[in-house]
């Protein structure tokens, strides 16, 4: 699965987007790219995810260059709640019942953590 | 409302003692997962199981064994052979055989040594 790189820490101000990047220069063709959360003592929190469309639910956009090397996960107006170490994830999807679900497992990085200000 | 129920929440250990950390799911998932993080670390796959009456080893499975009799339940046993079970337990689940579906994770249970 390709390596990701993400800023340490980002501060935003409560009330505004905040934009957090990642780069994924090596990803392949098959790959997405997953963002997930992780609250203090919580478990991870799925946010989105996509291949090479921009994608947006009711937590966040993302947004993924064309050239599929970097992605920025978009959320439109950052509360006190959404504090917290973020995870861009890249890797291949393979259906588990034909590589088995350990290729399925999910290699989180150092995260992004997001501090929203109030 | 659906989801994966992780309990307890803390627990604490004795030396040599086993303990059975819980993992329940009602989104008639078929995949269920177990990680181990440990402070300022990722996650690292224990176990894992595609069906029910199936799991398979993970990175790390010394000292744990686990059993899948029913699909909603992945239950974990940390052993006495594990020697360092300190860490924070996240059970996950997900859409077998889906190629792009995430897994979804339950809230934890941190285990300490007492």
């Known amino acids: 699965d390709a390596k990701t790189t993400q800023p340490p820490s980002m501060d935003c101000a409560e009330g505004r987007a905040a934009n957090l990047p990642c780069n994924h220069s090596?990803?392949?063709?098959?790959?997405?790219v997953y963002w997930y959360r992780q609250i203090h003592s919580q478990g991870p929190q799925y946010i989105i995810h996509?291949?090479?469309n921009n994608e947006t639910n009711e937590m966040a956009s993302l947004i993924i260059t064309e050239d599929r090397k970097s992605s920025t996960l978009i959320l439109p107006h950052a509360t006190l709640r959404d504090t917290a170490v973020y995870y861009c994830?890249?890797?291949?999807?393979?259906?588990?019942?034909?590589?088995?679900?350990?290729?399925?497992?999910?290699?989180f990085g150092t995260g992004t953590l997001l501090a929203v200000q109030p | 409302d659906g989801g994966i129920t992780q309990s307890p929440k803390y627990l604490f250990r004795k030396e040599g003692q086993n303990v059975t950390l819980s993992c329940e799911q009602n989104?008639?998932?078929?995949?269920m997962y177990w990680y181990r993080q440990d402070p300022g670390q990722g996650l690292r796959l224990i176990y894992y199981?595609?069906?029910?009456?199936?799991?398979q080893k993970g990175d790390i499975a010394e000292g744990y064994s686990v059993s899948r009799e029913k699909k909603e339940s992945f239950p974990l046993t940390v052993t006495s052979a594990q020697k360092n079970p300190t860490a924070f337990y996240l059970c996950?689940?997900?859409?077998?055989?889906?190629?792009?579906?995430?897994?979804?994770f339950g809230d934890g249970t941190r285990l300490s040594i007492l």
């Open positions: 996950a689940s997900s859409i077998q055989g889906a190629k792009n579906q995430p897994q979804h």
């Open positions: 090596t990803i392949s063709g098959n790959e997405y």
């Open positions: 996509g291949l090479k």
């Open positions: 994830i890249v890797r291949v999807a393979r259906p588990s019942y034909l590589y088995g679900g350990a290729t399925n497992k999910l290699i």
């Open positions: 989104l008639n998932h078929d995949a």
């Open positions: 199981s595609q069906i029910v009456n199936d799991f």
